[in-house]
């Protein structure tokens, strides 16, 4: 099987408030972004990576990537959903991929034995699957106004990461169909779902933060420093 991961990094980091997009702040002198690529091609089963990148994005040229395996680019798009797009439709066409693994560029602490078991377990899963933590606090469904309508039952309810890993014709499908009717895609499982499929939950750790917010670049530099599998 021919796995490509597929990297959105085209996003321009609203919520972290800096000086550039998110994935281009450092940890250990490297961009974040470079973290996350070199988590995923680290695996030996992923044979190269597609990263989706700003048409106007002035850092990605400056990168070095330490590894044999290509690191192509792509142009991304408004949305996550259409960047990842752009780069499984590059992974088919020209890369030949039967598997996608699609990672997010904010995602740097990624343990390499996550990794492992969530290829290991999708491989053998037609509908794909995801890492995910099972969530830890009691949780509450609101009112309108914020009052505590109930409590809903934790035991059903996981945390999604990525990777998210699928048939790369089905994944680009799958995402299509799905934008082209309005669905709402903030994750490439739920275009699956919409398709009416079930993708497998593969249990990772909650050290596999998305850098969304200031105080999380401070956290995943510790993660990174603690040699963590
Ligand atoms: N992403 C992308 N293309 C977009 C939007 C997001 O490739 N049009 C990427 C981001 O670069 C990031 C990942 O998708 O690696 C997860 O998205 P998110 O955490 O929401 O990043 P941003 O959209 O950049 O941040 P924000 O929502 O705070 O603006
Ligand atoms: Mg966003």
Known sequence: ANLVAVIPAAGVGSRMQ??????????????????????????????????????TDPYIADIQWPTD?????VHGGKERADSVLAGIRHAIEQCNADWVLVHDAARPCLRAAD?????????????????????RDTMKRATGS???????????LWHA???QMFPAVLLADALTQALAAGAT????????EWLGQQPLLVEGHADNIKITHPEDLALARFYLTQELS
Do not use: F
């Open 18 to 55: 800096a000086d550039c997009p998110k994935q281009y702040l450092t940890i250990d002198a490297q961009p974040v972004l470079w973290h996350s690529v070199m988590k995923v091609l680290a695996h030996p089963q992923v044979t190269r990576a597609v990263v989706a990148v700003s048409a």
């Open 146 to 156: 914020r009052q505590i309508a109930q409590t809903v039952d934790r035991n059903a």
């Open 69 to 73: 395996k290509p690191v192509d680019l």
């Open 161 to 163: 990461q990525t990777p």
């Open 185 to 192: 895609v903030t994750d490439e499982a739920s275009a699956i």
């Open 115 to 135: 990794l492992s078991q969530l290829i290991a377990t999708t491989l053998n899963a037609n509908q794909g699957g995801i890492l995910a933590v099972p969530v």
